[in-house]
DNA sequence: ACCTGAACACCGTTCAAGT
DNA sequence: ACCTGAACACCGTTCAAGT
């Protein structure tokens, strides 16, 4: 069976189609939600593309320039919460709806945080979400108001994405030395956090069912924090 | 002048002391003041100590095991606010008083997050953090709480670290992104950050001036809505 | 007990060059 | 325009060995 001929080397020789920009950021995805966004290097990304590592540099540049495409490409795919709802159902809604999102891509939400809306896409959901706050009448507060919710889910998913990595070992070492003050009468307040832990089981089940809770009420508190503020208005 | 003899080898035939395991986090403690906890490495901690990689893994193990006794030596380093406080200037005080004590240890405050309670040091401080919030009638929302309480402020304090990493080209990527939409009729919330932003200035005094009043604002904004959690109820 | 020296299997990035 | 091959200056970690 013959190949098609073309002019160029190697990739072409093995009947491969040049490799694009997206074909490259494709890649980078695929690897993220492997590994996680700070889990892979370069070399694997060309590796899996069976190309040198030059050829990365070529068609998109350095490792962050790669980084910072696949950031891109993650929150474009976030949903944006319909403008009919008042801020604070819309606010509920874009960040319980970030989180499956961000959390299939390891690593993503806390390059986010640290970017902030130097991304494109993060620069439209922001014009929504400070608009919607004005409308609530936050006025000049609108600004820190988005900053502060934004931050706070982003950067809880992104602990949530670390705590995730070291799974093994230090889980069971931070239930260890819970457990180990769980009946110290100096330390009641040790106590009553291991008996909790202990209830709460280590199964990876029960560990993921916790965490969603956990940034439920996260994201409740957030939103009573901000509502104090044009409260006391 | 003659050196004192001695039985080990090359260092000491230069007339140094054997290397401790305290001399070793002294070292990667200065490092982590100078570069931050994830930009240095542990054969740039031995070429400071004028030993090879080995001895490092010989007194304190491999680098996580380095970066654990840091962050367990900065932790101790943060104030404890007195316990006549009430629940909500102790935490007021605890969070604005680790603030200048993590910021000078770049990373720590990340790593605090992942780890929780795990450092020894934070563990004494979450047993008063949590009898705080029972006395205050929390009761089983003390644990959530008070894992809100610190990993927001934590989480925000981690942001600041890496943002100040990548000043030199982000800074100003995000403020010409901004400013580029600052007239746009389509995006009024976007022309109401990038007037904000155009306003503080690009001067480094200023930006910090704005991170301190952004993290007082956070921490306020996070005490009210833990407080809305006990006034509910 | 304390340290050396060399090696293994990697990194990100850059070079000069090939078709 | 697209890709190669080799190199540079690093990593963390582990080895067998020296006094």
């Given at each position: 069976m013959p190949l098609p001929r073309t002019r160029f080397p190697s990739r072409a020789a093995a009947g491969l189609p040049p490799v694009t920009t997206g074909a490259i950021i494709d890649a980078a995805l695929q690897l993220t939600v492997e590994h996680g966004l700070e889990n892979w290097s370069l070399r694997e990304l060309a590796r899996l593309l069976d190309v040198g590592p030059r050829v990365v540099y070529h068609h998109v540049g350095d490792r962050d320039a790669v980084v910072r495409d696949v950031v891109q490409r993650v929150v474009a795919a976030v949903p944006i919460p319909p403008d009919e709802l008042g801020w604070r159902d819309w606010f509920t809604a874009l960040l319980t709806g970030c989180r499956p999102v961000l959390r299939r891509h390891p690593g993503v939400a806390r390059r986010l945080a640290i970017l902030g809306p130097a991304v494109p896409a993060a620069l439209e959901l922001m014009d929504r979400g400070i608009r919607k706050l004005l409308d609530?009448?936050?006025?000049?507060?609108?600004?820190?108001?988005?900053?502060?919710?934004?931050?706070?889910?982003?950067?809880?998913?992104?602990?949530?994405?670390?705590?995730?990595?070291?799974?093994?070992?230090?889980?069971?070492?931070?239930?260890?030395?819970?457990?180990?003050?769980?009946d110290s009468e100096r330390h009641p307040g040790i106590a009553l956090v291991a008996a909790d832990v202990r209830e709460q089981g280590t199964d990876p089940n029960d560990i993921v069912a916790v965490d969603d809770r956990f940034y439920e009420y996260a994201i409740a508190r957030t939103l009573d924090g901000v509502a104090a503020q044009i409260q006391g208005t």
């Amino acid at each position: 069976m013959p190949l098609p001929r073309t002019r160029f080397p190697s990739r072409a020789a093995a009947g491969l189609p040049p490799v694009t920009t997206g074909a490259i950021i494709d890649a980078a995805l695929q690897l993220t939600v492997e590994h996680g966004l700070e889990n892979w290097s370069l070399r694997e990304l060309a590796r899996l593309l069976d190309v040198g590592p030059r050829v990365v540099y070529h068609h998109v540049g350095d490792r962050d320039a790669v980084v910072r495409d696949v950031v891109q490409r993650v929150v474009a795919a976030v949903p944006i919460p319909p403008d009919e709802l008042g801020w604070r159902d819309w606010f509920t809604a874009l960040l319980t709806g970030c989180r499956p999102v961000l959390r299939r891509h390891p690593g993503v939400a806390r390059r986010l945080a640290i970017l902030g809306p130097a991304v494109p896409a993060a620069l439209e959901l922001m014009d929504r979400g400070i608009r919607k706050l004005l409308d609530a009448g936050f006025e000049q507060g609108a600004i820190a108001a988005y900053r502060f919710l934004l931050n706070s889910a982003l950067l809880q998913l992104a602990v949530e994405d670390d705590r995730h990595d070291l799974q093994p070992r230090a889980r069971e070492e931070l239930a260890a030395a819970l457990l180990a003050h769980r009946d110290s009468e100096r330390h009641p307040g040790i106590a009553l956090v291991a008996a909790d832990v202990r209830e709460q089981g280590t199964d990876p089940n029960d560990i993921v069912a916790v965490d969603d809770r956990f940034y439920e009420y996260a994201i409740a508190r957030t939103l009573d924090g901000v509502a104090a503020q044009i409260q006391g208005t």
